[in-house]
């Protein structure tokens, strides 16, 4: 699971000028967008340049009784370890560090569920399903940025809720793991509306309560939920493929 939350420091914003705002803004959606960009190119060229490797990482992840156990827990460290090195106060060359850190294992993580949907849907299928979870994650990710930006209201009361869902969401995860029992369209569609929750929270905090030169770890923030938005979509159409 992602992060739940950033660390704006609101004493910083409050004396921020709307050009220091603005700017703040635009390098936060240019980091994010080439983040994204970066993460595609990743996860593509990590199945076509080392097949072997990905289907091996991918064939041991998704066998055993706590395999994906260990796979979730590294991921929730290494990108917590990203997240801090997002927020170095010392350097900016180790935020970049942990954005790029984020990348990589947010690539990672996709390659057991590009498997699956080769398996599933062969190569031509699966590249058509991966372009279709590409477009519905794009047009939820900018109609919910849309509308905070639009109504400019403040979505930080969503904080305990989203909190409270996404230790909800783990513990239904390690328990399907542990008792073995799939977890079904149903709860990747309560995935998918606890992430659009954290959008529009994530929104609002960039809009008002980051500090104008955190656009490095505003943007690893955004693109840990995309890309995990991106990876419950991915997977609730597969799942509606094989109905």
Do not use: C
Request: charged residues 5%.
């Amino acid at each position: 699971m992602h992060s739940a939350t950033a660390r704006p420091i609101f004493a910083a914003v409050a004396t921020a000028g709307v050009s220091d705002r603005i700017s703040f803004l635009r390098r936060t959606y240019a980091h994010l967008g080439i983040a994204l960009v970066a993460f595609a190119l990743l996860a593509g060229g990590m199945l076509h340049l080392w097949p072997e490797t990905s289907l091996r990482f991918s064939r041991w992840a998704l066998t055993g009784t706590w395999n994906w156990l260990v796979v979730l827990a590294a991921f929730m460290l290494v990108g917590y370890l990203a997240e801090r090195l997002a927020w170095s106060a010392s350097s900016r060359a180790l935020q970049y560090v942990g954005l790029g850190v984020a990348v990589v294992a947010q690539a990672l993580l996709l390659q057991p569920l590009l498997w699956v949907a080769i398996a599933k849907l062969g190569g031509s299928g699966a590249l058509a399903v991966v372009a279709q979870a590409t477009a519905i994650t794009i047009a939820i990710f900018l109609g919910l940025t849309v509308t905070a930006f639009v109504t400019k209201k403040d979505f930080s009361f969503l904080r305990g809720m989203l909190v409270i869902g996404s230790f909800a969401a783990l513990g239904v995860i390690v328990a399907s793991i542990a008792f073995g029992f799939s977890l079904g369209a149903v709860f990747v569609g309560a995935m998918i509306l606890l992430l659009a929750g954290y959008i529009l929270f994530q929104t609002s905090l960039v809009m008002s309560q980051f500090p104008p030169t955190a656009h490095v770890a505003a943007s690893l923030m955004l693109f840990s939920t995309v890309a995990t938005l991106f990876w419950y979509v991915l997977q609730l159409l597969l799942s509606l493929r094989r109905q």
